[in-house]
């Protein structure tokens, strides 16, 4: 129903900047929230930032005031600019789709954090 693809993962060092995009296309509702969710080694998957098209956008405290979520409707794309990034901010990232129907998720890009 939803297809999420995302790109722009890589290896970064610490202190350094990444942004990830993930490009939506499918049956997309009107009312919806598209976020970002990330998985580390040996962690379960936790959401670090989402936007909901009637809320606000909303933050992980592990990641507010360095990560960025946005949007461009026109594009349905989903943008996380990731900036300040430190070691544990490895993980692999997922696109995030929810709506009446359910949740969606992307296959993942992962980012690397290491000197």
């Known amino acids: 129903q939803v297809q999420l693809v995302e790109s722009g993962g890589g290896l970064v060092q610490p202190g350094g900047s990444l942004r990830l995009s993930c490009a939506c296309s499918?049956?997309?509702?009107?009312?919806?929230?598209l976020g970002w969710g990330r998985q580390a080694p040996g962690k379960e998957r936790e959401l670090g930032a989402a936007?909901?098209?009637?809320?606000?956008?909303n933050y992980a405290d592990s990641v507010q005031g360095r990560f960025t979520i946005s949007r461009d409707n026109t594009k349905n794309t989903v943008y996380l600019q990731m900036n300040s990034l430190k070691p544990e901010d490895t993980a692999v990232y997922y696109c995030?789709?929810?709506?009446?129907?359910?949740?969606?998720w992307g296959k993942g890009t992962l980012v690397t954090v290491s000197s």
């Open positions: 936007h909901s098209t009637i809320g606000s956008t």
């Open positions: 499918g049956s997309i509702f009107g009312i919806n929230t």
């Open positions: 995030n789709y929810r709506d009446r129907r359910g949740e969606f």
